[in-house]
């Protein structure tokens, strides 16, 4: 199956501070998405992204296909930030997503 | 927030007994899944389903079976429940299967002793 690796395993900011979160993966994709899980356990689809760039707010996400990586940036990073951060890609023609093991991100007051 | 629930939330069971799980979505979305998240593994696709009685397996989906007999039920049924099968379950929905977005229920936390 496609490998999905992720980077750094686990991040601690002070409040403020900004950061960028990589996805590398091993071939090609049809879909690729960002999810936040809080501390609570939710999970919380943030960005959509098979190519291109997006912005919500504070978060952005890149996805360069051609060199098989995304990369979610976190500005002004709030308490409410802290979390881990998965993606998640989609092979074509393949109804099957294929998970990172995350990214633990710890914002401190 | 997409319509999703499942239950129950929590459930203690002993090895060898059989347990259920439901994933009930009000999306009217086609594609169901359900993942199974455990320490440093992420989450792991079980097996899918991509309309009413049609469904595939996924990556990690011995010992378990699922059935969709209604668009909006998705069921997981662990027939002989082990120790190895204790961690937390995932349903996730979305509307088309390829190149569409996942949005995922709130989990059930299983423990099998």
């Known amino acids: 199956g496609i490998q999905v690796e992720q980077s750094p395993p686990d991040l601690i900011l002070q409040e403020g501070a900004n950061s960028t979160l990589r996805c590398n993966f091993s071939d090609s994709v049809n879909n690729l998405q960002w999810f936040h899980q809080n501390p609570w356990g939710q999970l919380i689809n943030l960005f959509y992204?098979?190519?291109g760039t997006k912005q919500n707010g504070r978060l952005s996400a890149t996805t360069v296909a051609t060199e098989r990586y995304s990369l979610l940036y976190i500005s002004s990073s709030q308490t409410t930030d802290s979390g881990v951060y998965f993606c998640a890609v989609e092979l074509y023609n393949f109804n099957k997503f294929y998970f990172g093991s995350g990214t633990k991100l710890n914002v401190k007051p | 927030d997409a319509g999703i629930t499942q239950s129950p939330r929590h459930k203690v069971t002993e090895t060898g007994t059989p347990v259920t799980l439901r994933c009930h979505q009000t999306e009217n979305h086609r594609y169901m899944y359900w993942y199974r998240q455990d320490p440093g593994h992420g989450l792991r696709l079980i097996h899918y389903s991509y309309g009413v009685k049609d469904t595939d397996k996924g990556e990690v989906s011995d010992g378990y079976s699922v059935s969709r007999s209604k668009t909006e039920d998705f069921l997981l049924t662990l027939e002989s429940a082990t120790s190895s099968q204790t961690s937390v379950y995932f349903c996730?929905?979305?509307?088309?299967?390829?190149?569409?977005?996942?949005?995922f229920g709130p989990g059930t936390r299983l423990t099998v002793t």
């Open positions: 992204i098979p190519s």
């Open positions: 996730a929905i979305s509307e088309s299967g390829q190149a569409s977005q996942q949005y």
